[in-house]
């Protein structure tokens, strides 16, 4: 039930429905019977974080745990914020309304580096102290995960715990430890102590930093016993892992609306730009009957017409072929509509086009990610031309008419020839289309060219790379628009000053927590979105505390340097990573894991191969 207050302030706002919970599939509990409250929050608007299927995940594990009640927490627009401070309405859960600075845990997943300044606005919302040392025995135990962790140090100081890897296990060993020392008595710090000892949970307030005269990270040493390096967590058997029944149905639009089954874990590709396709290693799959059981479950509970097989890339899955024709069998008969995304250029088969045009309406999307020959080869993309053209044949030949290609600029090795190469790849696609005699009559072809500012990301071969600079990317920007002769090719590309402050904001260290603090306080806040981000801002700051954007973005970094992430352990090793580093830079490629293992250090993991013909 809504309370009387928010219920006739909602009257003022754009989406009230984004703030009122009452989804069906949403979870209540008798306050009488839990005893660990968990505020999941999501650093952005309702819509956004309502698609994200590890956010449904660890929902529905934590409540499904006896004396345990998750509720869910998103940031406010602008719009509600306002009303939230004129009527002094602290941010509250979904599913009680009661404020998170009443839970126990306040959990943040870090998705994406533009969201910390609204993790701060949404800890400040909520009544909890910014930083764990200013945090009381009464105060929430705060708590980070995601893919953005890997290297929490910019925002370390504002965690009291940070879960690396994956979390359906270790969530439910924080929530025990926490019942246990609160019956035994005992204080925050000693809490914080013994969760240190429960594998992949980082304290960051348990480890000091010192720096070189230079900026440089010197060393980073474990205080009162914690271990000196931390290694995430990973679920062995995916099979065995929790996966949802039921999902939280939303009651307005939110981006990704459908039903969504996890089919793997992990990625055998190795490109070297790809940061989740190293920390999520192992690659683990789901068996083709799981996935298929959880897909009928979730559809018949939920209503969806549409399900999503999702993971890094789908058509890597060894049994994708009988797991679609097994799906076939209801999804056709009960109208739901199958989305395949992460499709592979150079796994494209006619037999996968087939089931793809049942499923799919609208155009094909495919990464070929750089336009020469000689860059794919650099950043291990291991897609051939003759193999992109290959597949835009097939769905052309198919019916497709429009065909939207992903590409980066500003890539280790590049040069103008590479972003020259972008629009040469798209006009040969637009000429393969009206040389076929099978095209449709009547119809012309689209081709959608979207590139992205390379981002140097940590754990991944190109960590050690300097990003280009600004100028340099709308330099390359204005090349690319320039060589573009047709109006079959549209051209769309990211904001350079987001990519830097991305870079900065990946390999960073903690001083960076003051400069987040300072933007924050100046009204930084949903900066994922463009009409939010203030890159003066960000510049300010950085100014006042005395670093340099470009150190972090811009400089090259040597093999032998101490990283400010290399106390923690993701599996692949910094050796691996210097070792494809080099083969970049000979534009000499490494098999895919399946193919043949190149010795990235992940499987030590699983306590033996990956793959058992390895």
């Known amino acids: 039930m809504i309370p009387a207050q928010i219920d006739r302030l909602l009257l003022k706002v754009q989406k009230p429905a984004r703030y009122c919970g009452g989804e069906p599939g949403s979870v209540i509990k008798d ?3 839990v005893d660990v409250r968990f505020a999941f929050c999501f650093p952005d608007l309702y819509e956004v974080g309502m698609s994200h299927l590890g956010m449904k995940i660890l929902y529905s594990l934590l409540n499904s745990l006896k004396g345990v009640w998750c509720e869910r927490v998103f940031a406010p627009d602008t719009d509600f914020q306002q009303v939230m401070e004129e009527h002094n309405i602290r941010l509250y859960g979904l599913e009680s309304f009661d404020p998170i600075c009443d839970f126990d845990f306040v959990g943040f997943t870090l998705q994406y580096e533009m969201c910390y300044t609204t993790v701060l606005n949404m800890l400040r919302l909520g009544g909890v102290p910014l930083r764990s040392a200013d945090r009381g025995e009464k105060d929430p135990i705060v708590i980070g995960g995601g ?4 290297n929490p140090e910019p925002v370390a100081p504002f965690f009291d715990l940070i879960s690396l890897g994956e979390g359906e296990e270790v969530l439910p060993e924080v929530c025990r430890l926490y019942r246990e020392c609160r019956q035994q008595g005992l204080s925050r710090r000693q809490f914080l102590r013994k969760a240190a000892e429960i594998p992949g949970i980082y304290v960051p307030s348990l480890y000091q930093v010192s720096y070189l005269p230079d900026g440089r990270v010197e060393k980073v040493e474990p205080l009162d016993g914690a271990p000196a390096v931390v290694t995430k967590r990973i679920i062995k058997e995916l099979d065995k892992a929790f996966f949802p029944e039921n999902f939280v149905v939303p009651m307005t639009g939110i981006v990704h609306d459908r039903a969504m089954v996890e089919v793997l874990r992990g990625c055998i590709r190795g490109c070297r730009f790809c940061q989740a396709g190293y920390i999520y ?19 018949r509970a939920t209503g969806y017409d549409e399900v999503s097989l999702t993971s890094l890339s789908t058509s890597d899955h060894s049994g994708l072929e009988r797991l679609m024709d097994t799906l076939f069998t209801w999804t056709d008969q009960e109208r739901v509509n199958i989305a395949l995304p992460s499709l592979r250029v150079d796994n494209f088969s006619p037999r996968l086009m087939e089931m793809v045009q049942r499923v799919r309406k609208s155009g094909l999307t495919f990464a070929p990610e750089a336009g020469s020959q000689r860059l794919r080869d650099a950043i291990n993309k291991n897609v051939t031309e003759d193999e992109v053209m290959r597949t835009c044949r097939t769905a052309f030949e198919g019916g497709y008419t429009a065909v939207k290609l992903y590409f980066m600029m500003g890539l280790p090795t590049e040069t103008m020839e590479d972003i020259q190469a972008i629009n040469q790849l798209a006009q040969k696609v637009v000429d393969l289309y009206y040389s076929l005699p099978t095209k449709p009559r009547g119809k012309g072809v689209t081709v959608t060219v979207s590139v992205a500012c390379f981002v140097p990301k940590p754990f991944t071969p190109f960590e050690f790379e300097p990003q280009d600079s600004i100028a340099s990317f709308r330099e390359k920007q204005k090349h690319l628009l320039a060589t573009v002769s047709s109006k079959k090719i549209k051209i769309h590309y990211h904001d350079a000053a987001t990519s830097r402050l991305e870079a900065v904001l990946a390999r960073g260290d903690r001083r960076l927590a003051d400069v987040i603090q ?3 306080e100046q009204g930084g806040n949903l900066e994922g979105w463009e009409e939010h981000f203030s890159m003066a801002r960000w510049e ?5 505390a005395g670093l340099d954007a470009d150190f972090y973005a811009c400089r090259r970094r040597e093999y032998d340097e101490v990283f400010p992430w290399d106390h923690l352990n993701y599996g692949v090793t910094k050796e691996f990573l210097a070792r494809e580093n080099r083969k970049a830079h000979q534009s000499l490629t490494s098999e895919n894991c399946r193919a043949h293992c190149s010795g990235c250090g992940a499987n030590h993991l699983l306590g033996g191969a990956c793959f058992a013909d390895n």
């Open 518 to 520: 300072q933007v924050w």
């Open 540 to 544: 300010q700051a950085l100014a006042d």
């Open 147 to 150: 893919p953005c962790v890997c």
């Open 31 to 33: 306050p009488a019977e």
């Open 281 to 299: 290693r192992p690659f683990r799959e789901r068996s083709p009957e799981l996935v298929d059981r959880q897909a009928h479950q979730l559809c």
